[in-house]
């Protein structure tokens, strides 16, 4: 079965710091998103991302962040000057244009900042 | 705004014992809904949805949940429990206006031999 892989898994960086979480979503889908668990928290929806531009993004989702589809195949999660409380797992979600109510999430990536 | 309550951060059952895993959502037009799973280490796989066609909807795993409107409800059911079911479980709602899902805060499910 198709999925969404992320990378890295794990990723360690100090406050500050810019971060890059990828994401390769499934080839023939055309809906793109990042959702993020704080630990003990539950799953908030960042962005959306749809025909190369933003559809939809939450308060959480401020100057610091911004998501890029570099090419055909990667979306990515650019965190600008990490600071402590962006520590969380990140999930990255897509879902093809037919079906919008079948999201599939990847496995996430745990961001720790320190 | 939309929101997901789930009853019961933690759940224990016995293997072959009856799963009810609760949730209820506000949201002000009828609302797509949804179950995830997480499994240890791994990602959300959604286990079943319900999008205004039956009410009582079955999902992978032999799991399934019914949608009552008048009771804002969307549960999840499992007529009897077996060791693999243990995971973290997430009730999330959607509604017409865009694509943003609304997750509840998850149920840890575990299973007793």
């Known amino acids: 079965e198709p999925e969404v892989t992320q990378t890295p898994s794990h990723q360690v960086t100090q406050m500050g710091q810019e971060v890059i979480l990828r994401c390769v979503p499934i080839s023939n889908h055309l809906y793109f998103y990042w959702y993020r668990q704080i630990l003990g928290q539950k799953v908030e929806f960042l962005v959306s991302f749809y025909n190369n531009e933003i559809s939809e993004k939450s308060e959480i989702f401020d100057d610091q962040f911004s998501v890029e589809r570099p090419d055909g195949s990667n979306f990515t999660l650019k965190i600008r000057s990490t600071k402590l409380e962006d520590s969380a797992m990140y999930f990255c979600a897509s879902s093809d244009g037919t079906n919008i109510n079948t999201i599939y999430f990847g496995e996430g990536s745990w961001l720790t900042v320190v | 705004a939309q929101s997901v309550t789930q009853l019961g951060s933690h759940v224990s059952v016995s293997e072959g014992a009856l799963v009810l895993l609760r949730c209820n959502y506000s949201?002000?037009?009828?609302?797509?809904l949804f179950w995830y799973v997480q499994y240890p280490n791994q990602g959300l796989q959604l286990l079943l949805k319900y999008t205004s066609a039956a009410t009582l909807v079955k999902g992978i795993n032999g799991f399934e949940a019914e949608f009552k409107k008048s009771e804002t409800s969307f549960h999840l059911t499992k007529p009897s429990a077996h060791m693999s079911d243990a995971a973290e479980y997430f009730c999330a709602v959607r509604d017409n206006a865009g694509n943003m899902l609304t997750f509840g805060g998850g149920t840890r499910l575990m299973v007793k031999p």
């Open positions: 949201s002000s037009v009828p609302p797509y």
